[in-house]
């Protein structure tokens, strides 16, 4: 039997176990056309909060009772189509199955097996081209720039603080444990690192970090954290709004202080971006973080957890803090 994970109800607030739910169907049978697919590895990521509320968004909600979906790495078990043999290793937006058939359309084929297959649902996937896509993109980083990064140490973040470095800027790292900010200057090279949830007055130790203030900020968080930060900001300072996570699971519409008169006052640019925006631009992004990871000059840190079952568990750590760097289930 094949084991699925369905979503079972929508969340109120923080996301339960009790919203997934398990069950078995018949193993999937392929067609002419098709190939049959093993699960390798899961991504667990924060936007999916998003699709588990019926809400209009960049991406259709998932349905009760139906499959929930993130990008995957599957192995090709039994092939029926001529552009797949078993053994190959493909990646894409699949359903949290063991066992799926799929005609092959909308996978990528991983040729290249000299990185670890988890990074291409890191650093070489939807991760790595969100970093570096909406800080060059958006943040259009330029060599002596002072560039701030909240939700350092996850897994956009983390990429996001060392590509500012290699394109000249100095890096502040935003995190929430000492640990992770130790991890942020010794490992991924930022310059300063803040324990947000240890210090007391936020929009002075931005401050006093960047004393030259906030040419770019990479925001992966919202909220208090984000409105320090834009206090901080430069004259025609760029904001590049990637995530807020720290709003996701809130059941009222929080209030904060209103941008507007910091973006006129300064002449800020504040962009949203989903990643798909970029999509003709794919390939070169690739092929420049893949190169850089060649030549280590990039790095990377995975959270790996090992199995099936323990999909819903990681995607609500993440929720906790309990990652650094990109959260992937091991099956």
């Known amino acids: 039997m094949n084991k699925v994970i369905l979503l079972n109800k929508r969340p ?3 996301p339960t176990l009790n919203d997934f739910k398990f069950i078995e169907e018949e193993n999937p049978s392929i067609k002419d ?3 049959l697919l093993k699960t390798t590895y899961v991504s667990v990521d924060p936007y999916l909060r998003g699709r588990m509320s019926d809400a209009k968004s960049y991406v259709p909600p998932f349905q009760l009772n139906e499959p929930i979906q993130s990008g995957l790495i599957a192995e090709v078990s039994e092939s029926k189509n001529p552009d797949y043999k078993v053994g190959d290793f493909v990646s894409g937006g699949l359903d949290w199955k063991e066992y799926q058939a799929s005609t092959g359309i909308g996978l990528t084929k991983i040729t290249d097996t000299t990185v670890r297959l988890s990074a291409y649902l890191g650093i070489l996937g939807m991760t790595g081209l969100t970093a570096y896509l909406g800080l060059t993109e958006i943040g259009s980083p330029k060599k002596g720039e002072t560039l701030v990064v909240s939700g350092a140490a996850g897994a956009v973040g983390s990429i996001v603080g060392q590509i500012g470095k290699l394109l000249g800027c100095r890096v502040i790292g935003l995190a929430g444990t000492d640990e992770k900010t130790a991890v942020l200057k010794s490992k991924f090279g930022f310059d300063e690192a803040i324990n947000y949830k240890t210090t007391l007055d936020m929009k002075k130790a931005i401050q006093d970090a960047a004393p030259d203030g906030v040419d770019i900020y990479f925001d992966n968080v919202g909220g208090e954290i984000s409105d320090a930060v834009l206090a901080n900001i ?26 507007q008169p910091i973006l006129i006052k300064n002449s800020v640019l504040m962009q949203g971006f989903i990643v798909s925006n970029y999509a003709a631009k794919f390939p070169q992004a690739v092929q420049q973080l893949n190169n850089w990871l060649k030549e280590g000059k990039l790095t990377y840190s995975e959270t790996l957890i090992e199995g099936f ?23």
């Open 12 to 14: 109120v607030g923080k």
């Open 309 to 331: 079952d323990q999909i819903p568990q990681a995607f609500i750590n993440l929720f906790e803090g309990k990652n650094e760097g990109k959260m992937i289930v091991k099956i």
């Open 234 to 259: 430069n004259k025609f300072g760029r904001v590049a709004v990637c995530g807020a996570i720290s709003l996701y699971n809130e059941t009222e519409v929080q209030m904060g202080p209103r941008v």
């Open 33 to 35: 056309g098709e190939i």
